[in-house]
C-alpha cells in the first residue's frame, strides 16, 4: 500500500505536465541580436510568443533586437519523412555521445547538423534550442508527440529525475532497435505472402486481356468444338475484356473500405487482430511477436524503476493487438488489487507456460526485468527463425502458384492444336 501511496503523485504529475507542454501552442522565430563580444547573431527559435524569445535569448546571454514569426512557406519541399528507425538512431546516438561525457546540448546539436535528413536536422535542432532555452529534455520531446511517444518521454523524464538519463537513453535505444527489427521480421512474414497473391493475380490479368484474345481469333477458323477448359479459360478472358473496370472497382472499392473502416471502426479494428491471429503459418509468427513486444517493454520500463502496474499499462499500448491488449489490461487490474503477475498471466490462457515460469521466477528472485529481458530475447530469435523459415517455404510456393496459373492457361490455349493433330 505504502508503494503505491508513493507512486500516485509521480503519475499525476507526469500527467499535468503533459497537459501544460500541449497547451502552450509555439511558434517558430526568426531573431537576431549581438552576443556578449558585441558581434552580430541570428538563428531560429521556438516559443510561444516574442516576449519568451527575447528572455530565452538572454539567459543566453543574447541581446535580442529583431524579433519575427516564421511565416509559412507554400512552395516548401517536406522532404523525406522521420521514422521510427531514425528516432531509434536519435536514441542511440544521444546515449553513446553523453556516455562519452559530451554533454547534452552538443550531442544534440552534432546529431542534427551530421543527419542526412533535413527533417531529422530540423527536428533535432528545435529540440536542441529548447533544451538551450531551460526546458528539460523530456517536456522538449513532449512538443514532438508524433515521434516520441509518452513510454519514451516518461522514461527520459525518469531518466533526468534520477541523473542517469545516459543510461535510460541507452535502455531507450535498444528498445527501439528491438522494437523496429522485431516489426520488420512480421511486416516480411505477411508481404510475402501478399506479394505472391498480387503477382499472380498480375500475370493471371494480362493473360486473359492480351494473350488469351490472340488464341481464340485463331479458334474462330478451326471449324470445330473448342475443349471444355479452353472455353472456360476464352469465356473467362471474354468477361475480363467486358467487365474489367468492374473487377478493378471492386478492388479499389474494397481497398478504400478497410482503410476507412479501419481509421473510423474499433470494432473492425478489433475483429481484424482476432482474424489475424487464426492465419495459418502467419499466426504462429504473430503470438510470437506480441510476447516479444510484452516482454520488451515490460523489462524496459520495469528496469527504468516505473512501478509494476504503470509498466504493464505501457505494455498493453504497445502489443499493437486487442487480444493482446486486453490480456495485458487484465494483469494490469489483477496486479493492481495484490495478485502475482504469472498467476494472472496463466489465468488469460494466451501467454506461453514457459513465459509464466520465468516470470513467477523473476518475481521470487526480484529479477523479474532481467527475466523478461531473457523472454524478449528468446521470442525475437523464434521470430526470427520463423520469418526466415518461412521465406524459404514461400519461394517454392510463388514457382508453384506461377507455374499452375500460367501453365494452366497455357494448356488450355494448346488443346485445341493437340486436337487437332491427333485428328489428322
Known amino acids: 500500500m505504502a508503494v503505491s501511496t508513493v507512486k500516485k503523485p509521480v503519475a499525476k504529475s507526469r500527467a499535468a505536465t503533459r497537459k501544460k507542454v500541449n497547451a502552450q501552442k509555439h511558434h517558430h522565430f526568426t531573431w537576431e541580436g549581438l552576443d556578449r563580444r558585441g558581434a552580430k547573431v541570428s538563428g531560429e527559435i521556438q516559443a510561444a510568443n516574442p516576449a519568451l524569445v527575447k528572455a530565452q535569448l538572454r539567459k543566453q546571454g543574447?541581446?535580442?533586437?529583431?524579433?519575427?514569426?516564421?511565416?509559412?512557406?507554400?512552395?516548401?519541399?517536406?522532404?523525406?519523412?522521420?521514422?521510427?528507425?531514425?528516432?531509434?538512431?536519435?536514441?542511440?546516438?544521444?546515449?553513446?555521445?553523453?556516455?562519452?561525457?559530451?554533454?547534452?546540448?552538443?550531442?544534440?546539436?552534432?546529431?542534427g547538423q551530421g543527419n542526412e535528413k533535413a527533417t531529422v536536422q530540423q527536428l533535432v535542432l528545435e529540440i536542441k534550442n529548447d533544451v538551450e532555452s531551460g526546458n528539460n529534455l523530456a517536456d522538449a520531446l513532449r512538443k514532438h508527440p508524433r515521434y516520441f511517444d509518452d513510454l519514451f518521454c516518461d522514461l527520459v523524464g525518469a531518466g533526468e529525475q534520477s541523473g542517469a538519463l545516459e543510461t535510460m537513453l541507452d535502455r531507450i535505444a535498444l528498445y527501439k532497435e528491438k522494437s523496429e527489427a522485431l516489426k520488420s521480421k512480421i511486416k516480411k512474414a505477411l508481404t510475402y505472402p501478399i506479394a505472391v497473391l498480387i503477382v499472380a493475380g498480375i500475370v493471371t490479368t494480362i493473360l486473359l486481356i492480351y494473350v488469351v484474345p490472340m488464341f481464340e481469333s485463331?479458334?474462330?477458323?478451326?471449324?470445330?468444338?473448342?475443349?471444355?477448359?479452353?472455353?472456360?479459360?476464352?469465356?473467362?478472358?471474354?468477361?475480363?475484356?467486358?467487365?474489367?473496370?468492374?473487377?478493378?472497382?471492386?478492388?479499389?472499392?474494397?481497398?478504400?473500405?478497410?482503410?476507412?473502416?479501419?481509421?473510423?471502426?474499433?470494432?473492425?479494428?478489433?475483429?481484424?487482430?482476432?482474424?489475424?491471429?487464426?492465419?495459418?503459418?502467419?499466426?504462429?509468427?504473430?503470438?510470437?511477436?506480441?510476447?516479444?513486444?510484452?516482454?520488451?517493454?515490460?523489462?524496459?520500463?520495469?528496469?527504468?524503476?516505473?512501478?509494476?502496474?504503470?509498466?504493464?499499462?505501457?505494455?498493453?499500448?504497445?502489443?499493437?493487438?486487442?487480444?493482446y491488449r486486453n490480456a495485458i489490461n487484465k494483469v494490469r487490474d489483477d496486479v493492481s488489487t495484490g495478485m502475482q503477475m504469472n498467476?494472472?498471466?496463466?489465468?488469460?490462457?494466451?501467454?506461453?507456460?514457459?513465459?509464466?515460469?520465468?516470470?513467477?521466477?523473476?518475481?521470487?528472485?526480484?529479477?523479474?526485468?532481467?527475466?523478461?529481458?531473457?523472454?524478449?530475447?528468446?521470442?525475437?530469435?523464434?521470430?526470427?527463425?520463423?520469418?526466415?523459415?518461412?521465406?524459404?517455404?514461400?519461394?517454392?510456393?510463388?514457382?508453384?502458384?506461377?507455374?499452375?496459373?500460367?501453365?494452366?492457361?497455357?494448356?488450355?490455349?494448346?488443346?485445341p492444336i493437340f486436337q487437332m493433330g491427333s485428328v489428322v
Not at 523525406?80 to 546515449?95: E, M, N, S, Y
Not at 504462429?284 to 528496469?303: C, E, P, S
Open 343 to 415: 498467476l494472472s498471466m496463466q489465468s488469460t490462457n494466451i501467454f506461453p507456460n514457459m513465459v509464466v515460469q520465468m516470470v513467477a521466477i523473476g518475481e521470487e528472485s526480484g529479477a523479474l526485468d532481467s527475466m523478461l529481458s531473457k523472454v524478449a530475447e528468446i521470442y525475437e530469435q523464434e521470430v526470427d527463425d520463423a520469418v526466415d523459415g518461412l521465406s524459404a517455404l514461400i519461394e517454392p510456393i510463388i514457382m508453384s502458384i506461377l507455374g499452375v496459373v500460367v501453365g494452366g492457361l497455357i494448356i488450355a490455349m494448346y488443346l
Open 218 to 323: 485463331m479458334f474462330k477458323d478451326f471449324g470445330a468444338d473448342l475443349p471444355a477448359f479452353t472455353q472456360f479459360v476464352v469465356g473467362l478472358s471474354n468477361s475480363m475484356q467486358e467487365n474489367w473496370w468492374i473487377f478493378l472497382g471492386f478492388v479499389i472499392a474494397a481497398v478504400v473500405a478497410n482503410k476507412e473502416f479501419h481509421h473510423r471502426s474499433e470494432k473492425y479494428r478489433d475483429f481484424k487482430d482476432r482474424l489475424i491471429l487464426k492465419l495459418p503459418i502467419l499466426s504462429d509468427i504473430l503470438n510470437k511477436g506480441a510476447v516479444a513486444r510484452y516482454a520488451r517493454t515490460l523489462a524496459t520500463t520495469f528496469a527504468a524503476g516505473v512501478p509494476l502496474v504503470e509498466a504493464l499499462e505501457s505494455a498493453a499500448g504497445a502489443s499493437g493487438n486487442v487480444v
Open 62 to 111: 543574447i541581446r535580442p533586437g529583431k524579433v519575427r514569426k516564421k511565416g509559412i512557406e507554400l512552395f516548401k519541399s517536406k522532404g523525406k519523412p522521420i521514422t521510427p528507425a531514425d528516432v531509434a538512431l536519435i536514441a542511440r546516438q544521444l546515449a553513446t555521445m553523453m556516455k562519452a561525457g559530451v554533454p547534452l546540448v552538443q550531442s544534440l546539436e552534432i546529431i
